[in-house]
């Protein structure tokens, strides 16, 4: 069984610019959580993709934005980067219904 | 809304003494509870949950939490520590379904004395 995969591990970007973030799901999972973790703090949700549609959305604003294509494998976008963005952006999978989140590794994203 | 409380931000014990992470949480429906643990430079690694029956369950590497609905707490314990369980630890709350995510604590790191 796979496990949940990001790429890539870790990421420079420069203020204004934009970034993609990828995530492979469990094997089996069909929906797909992001989350934004600052550095010290706990992650936060973002939004959830099932169905290749967004379903569910934490306090973030429009620039951050996401995808899900049909092998339930995931993006997410991050529009005009500003310097507090930077932080580990965990990817969470599971099952559409399910209660229980299983998490990737991170990306770290470091915006100058 | 819900929202998760971890007392403590940094909690410190000996080698082979008890482990007790505290967490209280507030929800407005019936929670599921998790515990999440996180090494350095890594993800989140789930340590046990509550869905509902059983309030004492059991997890990986040794702890086991309580859920207690009159003291809206789940509290993290394991009986004798040990130098591996240093680590950043994560209460979280969900409402089942997950379309709202998960609702995380501030973390609590551990440290063990040897």
């Known amino acids: 069984e796979t496990g949940v995969t990001q790429s890539p591990t870790h990421l420079i970007k420069t203020r204004g610019q934009q970034v993609t973030l990828r995530c492979s799901s469990q094997s089996g999972h069909n929906t797909v959580s992001w989350y934004q973790q600052a550095l010290g703090q706990g992650p936060q949700f973002i939004f959830q993709?099932?169905?290749?549609?967004?379903?569910g959305r934490g306090n973030f604003p429009p620039r951050f934005s996401g995808l899900q294509f049909p092998n339930y494998s995931s993006e997410l976008n991050v529009n005009a980067l500003e310097l507090d963005d930077s932080a580990l952006y965990l990817c969470?999978?599971?099952?559409?219904?399910?209660?229980?989140?299983?998490f990737g590794p991170g990306t770290r994203l470091l915006v100058l | 809304a819900q929202s998760v409380t971890q007392l403590g931000s940094h909690v410190s014990v000996s080698e082979g003494a008890l482990v007790l992470l505290r967490c209280n949480y507030s929800s407005s429906v019936p929670p599921y509870l998790f515990w999440y643990v996180q090494y350095p430079n890594q993800g989140l690694q789930l340590l046990l949950k509550?869905?509902?029956?059983?309030?004492l369950v059991k997890g990986i590497n040794g702890f086991e939490a309580e859920f207690k609905k009159s003291e809206t707490s789940f509290h993290l314990t394991k009986p004798s520590a040990h130098m591996s369980d240093a680590a950043e630890y994560f209460c979280?709350?969900?409402?089942?379904?997950?379309?709202?995510?998960?609702?995380f604590g501030k973390g609590t790191h551990l440290i063990i004395q040897p």
């Open positions: 509550y869905t509902t029956g059983a309030t």
């Open positions: 969470a999978s599971s099952l559409w219904g399910g209660e229980t989140q299983y």
């Open positions: 993709y099932y169905r290749e549609e967004e379903n």
């Open positions: 979280a709350v969900g409402s089942g379904g997950g379309a709202d995510g998960l609702t």
